[in-house]
């Protein structure tokens, strides 16, 4: 079974700020982690790996420093990792980003399932998953919770709703997004970290996937992100206090003197 996981570096969100000058992330001197729903990805493809027997191939799009993730991944059970990284990439929204990663699955072979993270804790679109789908023409499962099966060609998921789950049979080749209560991510093992350490990512240009430099990037990017700011930080909360009807009064007096009612 050849199982594809996408990967995304991001900032630590517990450490970023922004400049409130020029409403920009300031990512001088943040940290860089995998990003939190995709080790979950990481650790299902894995786990059917070890299951089904097969190969894990990671991929992810970003900066030479994207290596770094791409690397832990080996230490934590992928059997490659490619990174597609050229200046022609940058500033690239989620539909030119799924489509230069939908170039790079074609680039590494024949596969029977692609799986991705939730959504990325830096932009929170969950929009690049279904996106691969479409430019690969599969299906997609999004919100998958549990894989019961992979058997000739079909899978078995179980995808998480507002009141409960669903039970669907899906064709491979397909598109999974996973959420984090599918499994609990390992640690990297002594063997996955030795492997690590020797391990040479590759690296492929948009040339190299055969990618069309007007669908990628910024020229490919319908969406831009105009401006990040920090919400203003309102006054204090005042809490009510009496009985429910002295409460319900005291409310409408505050609407009236605010003007809302």
């Known amino acids: 079974m050849n199982i ?3 990967l995304k570096q991001v900032p630590d969100t517990t450490e970023v700020k922004i400049n409130p000058e020029t409403n920009t992330l300031m990512r001088e001197g943040v940290r860089s982690i995998i990003n ?4 979950y990805a990481l650790e299902e493809g894995v786990r059917l790996k070890e299951r089904y027997g097969g190969a894990v191939k990671v991929l992810s799009m970003g ?3 994207a290596k770094e993730a791409l690397t832990e991944s080996i230490s934590l059970g992928a059997d ?9 990439f940058a500033g690239a929204d989620t539909l030119a980003t799924s489509y230069a990663l939908s170039q790079g699955i074609q680039k590494t072979g024949p596969y029977d ?3 991705c993270g939730r959504q990325a804790i830096d932009g929170d679109t969950g929009q690049v998953g279904p996106g691969i789908a479409e430019h690969l023409g599969i299906a997609f499962v999004g919100m998958v919770r549990k894989i019961r099966e992979v058997e000739a060609g079909r899978a078995v998921v179980e995808r998480m709703t507002d009141d409960g789950y ?4 899906c064709t491979l080749p397909a598109v999974f997004s996973v959420v984090k209560e599918i499994n609990e991510p390992r640690v990297p ?3 996955g970290k030795m492997r690590a350490r ?4 590759t690296t492929w240009t948009a040339a190299e996937i055969a990618a069309d430099t007007a669908r990628t990037g910024l020229k490919g990017s319908p969406t831009q992100v105009v401006r990040i700011f920090t919400p203003k930080r309102r006054g204090r909360g005042e809490m009510l206090n009496g009985d429910t009807g002295e409460k319900v009064s005291a409310l409408f007096d505050r609407l009236r003197e605010a003007g809302v009612v």
């Open 4 to 6: 594809i996981v996408c």
């Open 36 to 39: 939190p729903f995709d080790n």
């Open 63 to 65: 900066p030479p420093q």
């Open 80 to 88: 490659d990792a490619y990174l597609l990284c050229d200046r022609a």
């Open 113 to 115: 399932l692609i799986i």
């Open 166 to 169: 669903e039970v669907i049979n």
């Open 189 to 191: 093992s002594l063997r």
């Open 198 to 201: 020797s391990y040479q990512v």
